[in-house]
């Protein structure tokens, strides 16, 4: 399903996947201020058409009755895909990517990706939320692939 929305432009399973996620009991019992998906950068965005993080998250936060807030993160540096990477190329290819606005101080947020593989793309969102002083952050993703599982 991951596949077919990230890679044929399938939409309507992000929509079908945010709600399952939505319905998972570690994230239906958080208590969040809003939802931020994971942002592409704007040519990435530009060749896709559209974010499946924004596409996952979208009805993720009708149904928990949670904005969400895209804008409050942005992608400020075009990054080479992470797939098929390392972890050391993953942690440098992701590093300052991300700039967080200063309307995420004091907020409870919930960190919405469509996959993890090692981590790096949500530790450095995570960072760039906490520099700009969100209160906590949780995460939320439809996946973890078994790369995440590799020796480091």
Do not use: W, Y
């Amino acid at each position: 399903m991951l596949l077919a929305l990230k890679f044929k432009g399938s939409v309507e399973t992000g929509n079908c996947l945010g709600l399952l996620l939505a319905q998972h009991p570690s994230i239906s019992t958080l208590t969040v201020d809003c939802i931020v998906p994971i942002p592409l950068h704007k040519e990435r965005l530009a060749l896709r058409g559209f974010n499946q993080s924004l596409e996952i998250a979208r009805p993720l936060a009708a149904r928990l009755a949670v904005p969400l807030l895209p804008r409050l993160m942005v992608r400020k540096k075009a990054t080479a895909p992470q797939s098929g990477c390392n972890l050391n190329t993953r942690r440098e290819n992701i590093r300052n990517a991300f700039q967080s606005s200063s309307e995420v101080a004091g907020k409870r947020i919930l960190l919405v990706d469509d996959t993890v593989t090692t981590g790096s793309t949500i530790e450095a969102a995570a960072r760039s939320l906490r520099e700009a002083g969100a209160k906590t952050i949780s995460v939320a993703v439809i996946s973890r692939t078994a790369r995440h599982f590799l020796k480091r």
